[in-house]
Nanobody
Framework: QVQLVESGGGLVQAGGSLRLSCAAS????????MGWYRQAPGKQRELVAD???????NYADSVKGRFTISRDNAKNTVYLQMNSLKPEDTAVYYC????????????WGQGTQVTVSS
């Protein structure tokens, strides 16, 4: 059974930084395109960044230049470095393997809460 466990969230002031981690068990992430998603209260879950197996990355316009996605295949872990955080970044953040623009491969984990105060 595949499990994705997100961690690293917390409460931070605007302009601060956080580093999220996503550790997987039950499958290897190395050959998969991995994505970080977020869901704010009352909004749909959205893809904020993804990284292909070869290392190519894509970012939503709202986080471009502030967030960096990376992966460590030896640790079967994906990271999201978030800098210059804004209150509008407040959300629960999830990781998953991206299948298509709107589909993911695995069940969602519990996510990690990021709260940015102004």
């Amino acid at each position: 059974q595949v499990q994705l466990v997100e961690s690293g969230g917390g409460l931070v002031q605007a302009g601060g930084s956080l580093r999220l981690s996503c550790a997987a068990s039950g499958t290897s992430l190395s050959a998969k395109t991995m994505g970080w998603y977020r869901q704010a209260p009352g909004k749909q879950r959205e893809l904020v960044a993804d990284i292909a197996s070869g290392g190519n990355t894509n970012y939503a316009d709202s986080v471009k230049g502030r967030f960096t996605i990376s992966r460590d295949n030896a640790k079967n872990t994906v990271y999201l470095q978030m800098n210059s955080l804004k209150p509008e970044d407040t959300a629960v953040y999830y990781c998953n393997a991206k299948f298509t623009i709107s589909l993911v491969l695995f069940s969602w984990g519990q996510g990690t809460q990021v709260t940015v105060s102004s």
